[in-house]
Structures are given as structure tokens and as C-alpha cells.
């Protein structure tokens, strides 16, 4: 049973848009969210990270939005680079399961030139 | 370097065979955590060290699992008696604090043959 979802294994946009990612998730104890990038060959790299008590955080190119009541959240990344392309998880926490990270599967973000 | 550090980097083992995974945190940072990946999957959490105590094991998935940080620095991850199942990816984590973003080594990849 996955608590963390991440319904499109894969996305592709072009060089300049806007990418937008999303995550759905089933634990409404789930208080801290994160978002990790993963190229290849390496370990995950955060990304940012949204408090439930706010519903936007921005970090340069990269916003996160969450919407409690429909327990979602997502990544917007304008505009979008080549370099972007890379692996996504979405992670959620809560201090009920302690420190662990819960992850999703991921999605594979495809930038073209 | 500043990252968290994992070695090897590959291991191929025989089934039945013990291995043992080493982990180097960022220095200074008292938290550690070691995730398990399998192919096409998001990490999952296996246990949580903070300083050399070992403060969460449910993520482990049978007593063949054994985690230490015995002066709550590097951490060994070993698994005895290994079964193909066991083939995944290994990543350690470290982070200042507990529930802050988790700094992700490039992981150790685990193949039983």
C-alpha cells in the first residue's frame, strides 16, 4: 500500500516551459514534504521542501505547491533546462513514523533542446 | 570531500555470502539513515542512527540485517547470509538534524548472484 504516489512514470517538455510534476499522497499525518532529483549512477540530491503549514515554497526556478485537502503536491520547474532531465521523487515525512522518508517512485523528466 | 561517501560502490555477491556496506556522513552531521532501493522503485527506509544510537530499525527487513555506528560517525550496514533478493541499491543519507532535507550518498549497488 503506497502512501506516496507518483502516477507519471514519465514526462517531456521542452526546453524554456514550464515542467510540473505531481504527487498524491494517502497519510494525512504527513507534516514535511521534499522533492529529490537522481541522475544517473548517483545518490538522490534535494531539491526543496514544503512545511504543511505553508502551501507554497520557492527556490529559484523551482516551486512547490501543496494542497492538503486533496492531499497533493507538486514541482514546477520554469523554465525548464536540458540539464533538468533527471529522476524526481517526491518524500514525505511525518513525526508519527519518525525520521524515515517516505518515497515515491519517482518520474523520469525528459527536457529537449 | 563534503558528501557522504559509500563504498564500494558495486559489490556482486554469492548467495549465502556476508557483505558488509560502509557509509561516511557529512561531518558534523548527527543524524544517519541507510535507504534501500530495488530497480525502478523509490528508496526505502531501512533504520535511523542518531549519533551512534540507533534509534530506528523497523525498516529492516529480516535479522539478517545489521546496522552499527559504534562512534556515531561511519556506519556499516551488514547482510548475512545474502539471497538474490537482496540485489538493490543501498543508499545512506546523513542530515544535521532529524526531518531536515537528507544529503544522499551515490549508494552501493548490491548484486547476489
Known amino acids: 500500500d503506497q502512501q506516496v504516489k507518483q502516477n507519471s512514470p514519465s514526462l517531456s517538455v521542452q526546453e524554456g516551459r514550464i515542467s510540473i510534476l505531481n504527487c498524491d499522497y494517502t497519510?494525512?499525518?504527513?507534516?514535511?514534504f521534499l522533492w529529490y532529483k537522481k541522475y544517473p549512477a548517483e545518490g538522490p540530491t534535494f531539491l526543496i521542501s514544503?512545511?504543511?503549514?505553508?502551501d507554497k515554497n520557492e527556490d529559484g526556478r523551482f516551486t512547490v505547491f501543496l494542497n492538503k485537502s486533496a492531499k497533493h503536491l507538486s514541482l514546477h520547474i520554469v523554465p525548464s533546462q536540458p540539464g533538468d532531465s533527471a529522476v524526481y521523487f517526491c518524500?514525505?515525512?511525518?513525526?508519527?513514523?519518525?525520521?524515515?522518508?517516505?518515497f515515491g517512485k519517482g518520474t523520469t523528466l525528459s527536457v529537449s533542446s | 570531500g563534503a558528501g557522504v561517501s559509500q563504498s564500494p560502490r558495486y559489490k556482486v555477491a554469492k548467495r549465502g555470502q556476508d557483505v558488509a556496506l560502509r557509509c561516511d556522513p557529512i561531518s558534523g552531521h548527527v543524524s544517519l539513515f541507510w535507504y534501500q532501493q530495488a530497480l525502478g522503485q523509490g528508496p526505502e527506509f531501512l533504520t535511523y542512527?542518531?549519533?551512534?544510537?540507533?534509534?530506528?530499525k523497523s525498516g529492516l527487513p529480516s535479522d539478517r540485517f545489521f546496522a552499527e555506528r559504534p562512534e556515531g560517525s561511519v556506519s556499516t550496514l551488514k547482510i548475512q547470509r545474502t539471497q538474490q533478493e537482496d540485489s538493490a541499491v543501498y543508499l545512506c543519507?546523513?542530515?544535521?538534524?532529524?526531518?531536515?532535507?537528507?544529503?544522499f550518498g551515490a549508494g552501493t549497488r548490491l548484486s547476489v548472484l
Open positions: 514544503i512545511s504543511s503549514i505553508k
Open positions: 497519510n494525512s499525518m504527513f507534516d514535511y
Open positions: 518524500a514525505a515525512s511525518s513525526i508519527q513514523a519518525g525520521t524515515a522518508l517516505i
Open positions: 543519507a546523513s542530515s544535521l538534524v532529524a526531518r531536515q532535507g537528507q544529503y
Open positions: 542512527f542518531q549519533n551512534e544510537a540507533q534509534l530506528d
